[in-house]
């Protein structure tokens, strides 16, 4: 029986637009395709949300694959917060699950430097009953300690976990340690697939 319902939060939650935020940042397209093929679609972003790597040496690694859009790749680093912002159903969404008697907690690949600029597009988090990121533990999904950490953290039972991921291989890794998952498309998607679960929210 499902009691509690784990949550990550990038296409999940909230909106996670880099390339939008670029332009908004006065990028030009040719622009926007260097500084995101030097930046979110490298492993290295992976590793800036695991935490382990000092910022400066990241922001190094970034610049040496695009070496003429440094001033274009600092100034999209220095204003990630700006490519998130926070679905309107989001709020309402985690409310109706613990109306419904759930529990909620947040398990999310995210990078500390998002983290502290985007703290009033994540004021959601006051709402759930606990949190895991990735920055925080130097893990990140789908490895099965990250997961493994908030059932240890807040005394979860796997089997009785429900787990929404827009990647289909961190709800692979939630299989992996013991959690239903469901692969998170759109909200109307989930909240159906939830209900093959007894889920209603």
Known sequence: ????????VGRVLVAWEPEAAMHRL???????????????RTPDWDEMDRGA???????GRFIARAPDREKEIRLFVGNVGTAIRRFDYTTDWIARMKQSGYRVYILSNYAKRTFAQTKDELSFL????????S?????????????RTLFEK????????????????????????????????????????????????
């Open 135 to 147: 920055y925080e533990i130097r893990m990140i999904k789908p490895e099965p300690g990250i997961y």
């Open 26 to 40: 006065g990028l030009s397209e040719e622009a926007v395709q260097a500084v995101a093929d030097a930046t979110v």
């Open 1 to 8: 029986m499902i009691k509690n319902i784990v949550l990550d």
């Open 53 to 59: 790597l000092d910022e400066e040496e990241l922001l």
């Open 154 to 201: 807040y005394g979860l039972n796997p089997e009785e976990c429900l787990f929404l991921d827009d990647r289909q291989e961190n709800a692979d890794g939630a299989k992996a340690v013991g959690m239903e998952a469901i692969c998170f498309v759109n909200y109307e998607q989930a909240v159906r697939e939830m209900k093959t679960y007894g889920v209603v929210c």
């Open 126 to 133: 006051a709402a759930a009953d606990g949190a895991v990121f």
